[in-house]
């Protein structure tokens, strides 16, 4: 047993993509042989809240998926009928993989939780995974989006995500004014998709008047009370949401989207790898050249 409790052999990860190899006696929904995705953040399958509105995101016992499992082929899911996600045949397995973390997050964030129509000023703060896929989410529902970033190179896959007016934050010199002069009076919705009290601040400084702030990003430690501009969120009338996961039950709706072709996460993915190449990944994890992720797909 390694000194953070992990129980060695450990395949680390929570994004997932396979085909069910066996089910318990009480999972009715799902057979043998389905090819299926889970959300990160799983659901008990039995509080009120998931009785009662189906938003296992947020039932008082959710969960997150463990950050890896023993087995390099199995995993076992809890409450299948409510967690697992049947794949369409069009979705491959990596590109299901990808969505389960970061763009599932994304498309509740956009979608759901900052309810983006078409016309609207959508900002994104952070072009990272998530930033990413709320620029390419956004832009698919008809919104017009500024990314904002401190390098060159997620500036340049910002605009290929679909960000229209990308802002490099070190090359202006106040964030707020940039977008208010892009946006002509701010944005409709702000996302902080890197999680710093500065940018949390500022996103919530550049919204117009009954403008919605999404906050995905985590901010921990020291940085977990960041200020927040009071006075303009009640004088303007501002919503301001917290946003962790996507519930089972709303994948269908982000993979009627996929399927039409309307967005292309596997944009996102740099490359295909097995399991013995994932070691140095994640080692070089924190000094990684390239831009988009790696995906297991094969031991």
Known sequence: MSRRGIRLPHVPGHELAGKVVATGKGVMRFNVGDRVTVPF????????????????????????????????????????????????????????????CRFATSFRVVADQARTGPGDLVTVHGCGGVGLSAIMIATALGANVIGINLTEDKIALARQCGAVEPIKADSVPDVVEAVREITKGGAHVFIDALGHPATCFNSIKNLRRRGRHVQVGLMLGEHATPQIPMAQVIGHELEIYGSHGMQAWRYDAMLSTLTAGKMKPQQLISKRINLEAAVSELVNLDKAETLAIAVVTSL
């Open 41 to 100: 953040v799983s659901g008990c399958g039995h509080c009120s809240v998931i009785l009662a509105t189906s938003r296992s995101a947020r039932a008082s016992s959710s969960r997150a998926l463990p950050t890896g499992v023993r087995s390099p082929e199995y995993v076992a899911i809890d409450s299948a009928d409510t967690d697992l996600v049947a794949l369409p045949e069009e979705i491959d397995d990596a590109t299901a993989a990808n969505l389960t």
